[in-house]
């Protein structure tokens, strides 16, 4: 059974930085679409970042865009959330996912396959 793990959260100071990481547990979706959303208690998960099989194309949410840096290593299994010049409305507990589909008809609207535990994300000002 796929698994995503995800790592790299923690607590950090508004303007700080964190680099979250997401290891998948079997080679089959290596070239999965991957993406991350994020969630806080009462509201609704939210799309963060989206990257295609290989990496040549990315979408985010304009919340993050500019800030938050998507990227993958095939190679090792992984991919990564690189985020800068953090908020406190960052703060959230961030899911790793991937999906065989491509990463067109995920930003079509379509429910990922594979979800992670998530690992949390707190910034503090």
């Known amino acids: 059974q796929v698994q995503l793990v995800e790592s790299g959260g923690g607590l950090v100071q508004a303007g700080g930085s964190l680099r979250l990481s997401c290891a998948a547990s079997e080679r089959t979706i290596n070239t999965y679409t991957k993406a991350w959303f994020r969630q806080t208690p009462g509201k609704e998960r939210e799309f963060v970042a989206a990257i295609s099989s290989y990496g040549g194309s990315t979408y985010y949410a304009d919340s993050v865009k500019g800030r938050f840096t998507i990227s993958r290593d095939n190679a090792k299994n992984t991919v990564f959330l690189q985020m800068n010049s953090l908020k406190p409305e960052d703060t959230a507990v961030y899911y790793c996912?991937?999906?065989?589909?491509?990463?067109?008809?995920?930003?079509?609207?379509?429910?990922?396959?594979?979800w992670g535990q998530g690992t949390q994300v707190t910034v503090f000002s």
């Open positions: 996912t991937a999906d065989p589909r491509t990463l067109a008809t995920m930003m079509a609207g379509n429910e990922y396959d594979y």
